[in-house]
C-alpha cells in the first residue's frame, strides 16, 4: 500500500458516525433495501481501493454492485457521504472484532491473544485499502482518522483488561498503543510482494507482541 498514514486508532468504541456529512445516507427499513445497501458499500469498497477516491465514479460503483444509478444516489446522495458511510462501517467492523476478542481474551494466551489482535486489521485487507485511499485523498479527514485511533485504541485495552481484570486502566491505555502499532505492522507485511518473507517477519512480530503482552500481564 503506498501509504502508511493509518485509518488505526480513544472516542467511545461504540458506533459512531466517522465522518458526519452535510447530507446523509438513507438507512433503508427493508430486508432487500439493507441487502441492496451492502451490496453498494461492497462495490464501492473495492472501487475505492482499486482506483483511489477521486478516479471511482459514482457509476462505477453502481455497475459492479449491479444496481441502477438511481438506487446508488437514493441511498448515498454524494460520493462523499458514500465515503463517510465505508468509513464508519470499516471502524465499526473492526471495533466489532476486538469485542469478540474481548469476549474470548480470559481463556487465550499471551501468544495466541498476540496472534488474534495481529490478525485483526489483515482480516479487513480491502475494507483497509479504500480507507486509506479515502483518507490520503481527503484533508478533511484527519479528525476522523484520531476518532478511529482513539476507537481501536480503548478496544485494545478492553481485551486487555478482559485477558487481566487487575491491569491498571492507564497501563492499558499504554499497551493499547504499542500493540496498535504492532498491528499496523502486521497488516503492512501482509501486503508484501513476497509472501514468503512477509508471512515470516508477520510470525516474528506476533512472537514480540506475545512477548510483550506476557511480560506487561506478568
Given amino acids: 500500500m503506498s501509504s502508511q498514514k493509518s485509518t488505526t486508532d480513544a472516542t467511545p468504541a461504540t458506533a459512531v458516525p466517522i465522518a458526519p456529512s452535510t447530507a446523509a445516507p438513507k438507512m433503508p427499513s427493508r430486508e432487500r433495501g439493507r441487502a441492496r445497501v451492502a451490496a453498494l458499500l461492497a462495490a464501492a469498497s473495492a472501487v475505492f481501493a482499486e482506483k483511489g477516491y477521486d478516479a471511482a465514479t459514482m457509476t462505477e460503483i453502481a455497475a459492479r454492485a449491479g444496481a441502477p444509478i438511481g438506487s446508488l444516489y437514493q441511498f448515498f446522495p454524494t460520493k462523499a457521504v458514500l465515503a463517510d458511510a465505508l468509513l464508519t462501517q470499516y471502524a465499526d467492523a473492526l471495533v466489532a472484532l476486538l469485542i469478540d476478542l474481548e469476549s ?112 506487561a500481564l506478568a
Wanted: aromatic share 2%.
Fill in 104 to 215: 474470548r481474551a480470559a481463556a487465550l494466551s499471551p501468544d495466541a491473544l498476540a496472534a488474534a489482535l495481529l490478525a485483526v486489521l489483515p482480516s479487513l485487507r480491502v475494507e483497509r485499502a479504500a480507507a486509506f485511499a479515502l483518507i490520503d485523498a481527503r484533508p478533511d479527514m484527519v479528525a476522523q482518522q484520531g476518532q478511529l485511533r482513539a476507537r481501536l485504541r480503548q478496544a485494545i485495552a478492553a481485551v486487555l483488561r478482559a485477558k487481566s481484570p487487575t491491569l491498571p486502566a492507564e497501563r492499558a491505555a499504554a499497551m493499547a498503543v504499542t500493540l496498535l502499532q504492532m498491528m499496523k505492522g502486521a497488516a503492512a507485511l501482509g501486503d508484501e510482494p513476497d509472501l514468503a518473507q512477509g508471512h515470516e517477519a508477520q510470525a516474528g512480530l506476533v512472537h514480540a507482541a506475545g512477548l510483550f503482552i506476557a511480560d
